[in-house]
């Protein structure tokens, strides 16, 4: 499957078969980029995955240098993106050079801060490697490393040249973290598109098996979703808020627990059951719409209940977070499977109470 994303001269493919990442040093030829390339990539993922990409690009004629970052979220740091800079400009990388991130958000985001930052921005592709990375964070030019005092406070926009999404290398992630990846899956399904949520429940069993074929079209039509929304709305004016559901308060429980008790998607998986009672208790959806998401997340093993879920610090939590416009905090709910609401004003007492209501 290939899914253009149409952004006028910052336009670029997202190309989505198994095997592919085998391809992508034909695919960096016909851009007709430069000869000199650097894989960016944490040590796992180069044992897995690094061998075969490298060897595609030398078949392709390119010169590739690699650069090792950690695993996870310690790789996005000031520090590792010097190390980046100081591995490209000793590699003798150019304007017309490619950064490839090889991995997961974490690796597509410090190495995209560094391609957007060296030389004023230089080429970049996206290999993501977890389906939370070729779903949602290697589309859309986001690139960002953190703070001491926050996450992703340190970025750019930053659009790929290619995205190339193999989703055969799924099938060697931890089970936690490949079910994780699919609460943006579920998500993207119940705010941008009824059919798209219909084929997950009718294909639940062989996704959460991991069949190749429906990982394939599931992940695919999950990018074509987020790429739809990201051409209509680049920097995140109004509509890309629609991406949140979920986060506004799934964000507020990772903080409140220290990034420790949950992963991000399973804490996505939990802010989507509490916003969904949330648009129930205002009388914007019904009991079905509800029950519908909370039977899908349940089915994929993703938390449904936080049986000692304590409310106030993750009020708390999700006023600091607030994205919204003159402090407040907009929801995006879902009137229906397939459709969504921003909200603002949603009165603290309905949030308190849809936040509890997790306890059961
Ligand atoms: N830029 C964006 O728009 C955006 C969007 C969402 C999330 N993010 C960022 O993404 C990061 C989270 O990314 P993530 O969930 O992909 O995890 P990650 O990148 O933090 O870690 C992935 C882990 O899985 C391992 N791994 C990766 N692919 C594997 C494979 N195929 N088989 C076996 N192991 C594999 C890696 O070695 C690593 O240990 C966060 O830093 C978040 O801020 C960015
Ligand atoms: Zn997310």
């Not at 190309?15 to 990442?21: D, N, R």
């Not at 590699?91 to 090889?102: E, Y």
């Amino acid at each position: 499957m290939i899914v253009e994303v149409n952004l006028g001269s910052r336009s670029y493919r997202i190309v989505v078969a198994s095997g592919e990442l085998q391809s992508v040093g034909q695919r960096l030829r016909d851009l007709r980029l430069g000869a000199r390339t650097a894989l960016v990539s944490d040590a796992a993922v180069m044992r897995l995955y690094g061998k075969s990409v490298v060897a595609s690009l030398e078949a392709a004629g390119f010169i590739v240098t690699t650069i090792d970052v950690p695993e996870g979220e310690a790789a996005k740091t000031l520090a590792i993106a010097q190390h980046c800079w100081d591995r490209l400009l000793t590699a003798g990388l150019d304007r017309t050079s490619t950064v490839l991130a090889l991995g997961g958000g974490a690796v597509g985001d410090v190495a995209g801060f560094a391609a957007a930052t060296y030389m004023r921005g230089i080429n970049f592709v996206q290999l993501p490697t977890t389906v939370l990375a070729q779903v949602d964070a290697s589309i859309g030019g986001k690139t960002a490393i953190d703070h001491p005092l926050g996450k992703n406070m340190i970025g750019a926009f930053h659009q790929p040249r290619l995205v190339v999404v193999d989703p055969a290398v799924a099938r060697t992630l931890p089970e936690r973290e490949f079910r994780s990846g699919l609460a943006e899956i579920v998500k993207h399904g119940i705010v941008l598109d009824a059919a798209y949520f219909a084929e997950l429940e009718r294909d639940l069993a062989p996704l959460a098996a991991r069949d190749l074929e429906v990982l394939e079209r599931i992940i695919g039509g999950s990018c074509r979703l987020k790429a739809s929304v990201i051409e209509r709305d680049e920097r995140e004016a109004e509509l890309r808020h629609v991406l949140n559901y979920g986060h506004t308060i799934g964000h507020a429980l990772e903080a409140s627990t220290g990034y420790a008790r949950y992963t991000h998607g399973e804490a996505v998986a939990l802010g989507m059951v509490a916003e969904a009672r949330l648009a129930r208790q205002l009388g914007i959806a019904d009991d079905e719409t509800t029950a519908r998401q909370e039977r899908m997340l349940d089915a994929l093993g993703l938390p449904v209940l936080a049986p000692a879920i304590d409310v106030e610090p993750v009020v708390t939590a999700m006023a600091r977070d607030k994205k919204g416009k003159d402090g407040r905090i907009p929801f995006v709910l879902a009137p229906r499977i397939g459709e969504f609401r921003l909200v603002y004003d949603v009165p603290a007492a309905q949030i308190r109470a849809a936040i509890a209501s997790l306890a059961s």
